[in-house]
């Protein structure tokens, strides 16, 4: 089924303007899957991913193995859930690194289906960074992949190393699926986990850590009255016959998961806390506040996409599109004892409007605080330091999602920056469209015009594009040079061609 466009604005607008009544502000660009079951909220204990622990350490790598299988897991309380995950969990382990330590990732698949595996943010080598058609294929796969679309592509049998040298700052990054057509279904089905990584500055400064560092992995998904999860298709391809229908602007589930279980709790003290956001959902933007006894509690912002800001900001809420993360710090104190604070979602309707609950069940010491400089001061970037602007226009066109109005070709590039330069990126849209651009960290420049929203200061690596808004963003360009890529991060628009190459020269 093909979708004129008065067609896909009718669609793009109901789902947004159901989150607050504006075309630009609501839970982004898609359509919403409605689940059979739905499970009690607030009762499952919040759980903590693992953490991967190295298969062996040598002078120059620590070296991990991840093995992409098929699991049962409790997504809900009281039914399994067929999940792909690396490792069988969903989150996978976590990936905990040290900047300038390089880490080895052996990725093992025994799925039935061919993967990529991207680490979003990573200052990676590009045959590395996870090009949707390097792919690793289960033992005996048959038909063997193709050079996809005319593409020079990789093709590893059963398993391949991924190379991350760990030369950027701290931040927390996370990894997931990248295969070319398919990352839509993939993710949905398990396909990411986090990866930390730390620096000796942090380390040294008193944040909340240990069991007060909670990483907060928040996707929605749609379930079956057996618990099997939803996707438009049956072999959840949204490329396959008949598969896109009214489901082209992409995927919204209504029951909310944190962490790979729905609407989580989770007791704490009466201390403070640091919130790793991350929206790992395919298509559905949130704007999260922290809601308690009929006020909302300060959220601190420390980080960004890339990193620590240089000193701390502070909300009462924060959007966070499809690949965004925030680092924040909450204070529990001066809460009574039996208080119970709720992680809000405003752009939500009916059960998506809330996203987790705290708990406050006991008082405890707190030697943590927030330092008024986190990161090294270092001057903004300024058009000055741009040696050259470009203009990268997200557009709906002739039934595709396109870049500059082209379908993708895994082939070709649309730019070709210098290493070691910085360039002035403008993003135009017609649509919601979250922005990913691998390998380049960028900052902020201007919104519409004006001042970009107070949580988009620091380094990032994917900006919220709002319909028909333009976005300036300051890229700079190191690490490695080869081919790298930006795309639109709603992952059934990813999936239907919304992305572009470009070389670093």
Wanted: hydrophobic fraction near 35%; glycine fraction near 8%; charge should be neutral.
């Amino acid at each position: 089924m093909s979708l004129t466009r008065r067609g896909l604005l009718t669609l793009a607008g109901a789902a947004t303007v159901a989150g607050c009544g504006r075309l630009s502000d609501g839970p982004g660009t898609g359509r919403l899957l409605t689940s059979k079951v739905h499970p009690p909220r607030f009762v499952t204990p919040l759980p903590i991913p693992a953490t991967a622990r190295p298969v062996r350490v040598t002078a120059d790598a620590d070296h991990y193995v991840l093995t992409q299988r098929v699991a049962d897991v409790n997504l809900l309380p009281d039914r399994k859930t067929r999940i792909w995950g690396y490792d069988g969990t969903f989150p996978g382990p976590t990936l905990r690194g040290r900047r300038g330590r390089p880490m080895v990732v052996t990725i093992r698949n025994e799925l039935p289906v061919p993967t990529s595996t991207h680490l979003h943010g990573g200052v990676t080598p590009p045959d590395s960074d996870g090009f949707p058609t390097d792919l690793t294929t289960p033992r005996g796969y048959s038909p063997a992949p193709p050079v996809q679309h005319g593409a020079p592509g990789q093709v590893h049998e059963i398993s391949r190393d991924y190379h991350y040298p760990m030369a950027q700052r701290a931040a927390t990054l996370w990894y997931h699926d990248h295969r070319m057509d398919f990352t839509g279904p993939q993710v949905w089905r398990g396909l990411l986990g986090l990866c930390v990584i730390t620096d000796p500055r942090e380390e040294a400064l008193p944040l909340p850590r240990d069991e007060r560092d909670l990483p907060l992995v928040i996707c929605d998904r749609a379930f079956d009255e057996d618990g099997s999860l939803q996707y438009p298709s049956q072999d959840m391809a949204m490329h396959a016959p008949g598969a896109r229908g009214q489901f082209v602007t992409g995927v919204f589930g209504d029951v909310i998961l944190v962490n790979g279980v729905a609407w989580p709790r989770h007791e704490v003290s009466g201390v403070r806390y640091r919130l790793r956001l991350v929206n790992a959902s395919n298509a559905r933007r949130y704007r999260l506040a922290l809601r308690a006894g009929g006020r909302r509690l300060p959220m601190i912002q420390i980080g960004s996409d890339d990193g620590l800001l240089s000193a701390p900001i502070t909300h009462t809420e924060i959007i966070v599109t499809p690949g965004e993360r925030y680092d924040v710090v909450v204070d529990f104190a001066g809460l009574p004892i039996g208080t119970e604070a709720t992680l809000v979602n405003d752009f939500g309707t009916g059960g998506t409007t809330e996203v987790m609950r705290f708990a406050v069940v006991r008082q405890a010491t707190d030697d943590s605080r927030v330092p008024d400089r986190l990161a090294a001061a270092e001057p903004p970037l300024t058009t000055a330091d741009a040696v050259t602007e470009r203009q990268f226009d997200f557009r709906y066109d002739e039934g595709r999602w396109t870049v500059n109005r082209r379908l993708y070709d895994p082939a070709g590039s649309l730019a070709a920056p210098r290493l070691d330069t910085v360039e002035l990126w403008r993003f135009t849209s017609d649509f919601h469209h979250p922005v990913h651009v691998h390998l380049a960290h960028f900052q902020v420049l201007s919104r519409a015009g004006r001042s970009p929203e107070p949580w988009e200061t620091g380094w990032k690596d994917t900006v919220d594009v709002r319909p028909y808004e333009t976005v300036e963003v300051l890229a700079k360009f190191a690490g490695h040079r080869g081919k790298y890529m930006l795309h639109c991060h709603n992952l059934e628009h990813e999936d239907m061609a919304m992305m572009a190459n470009f070389d670093v020269v």
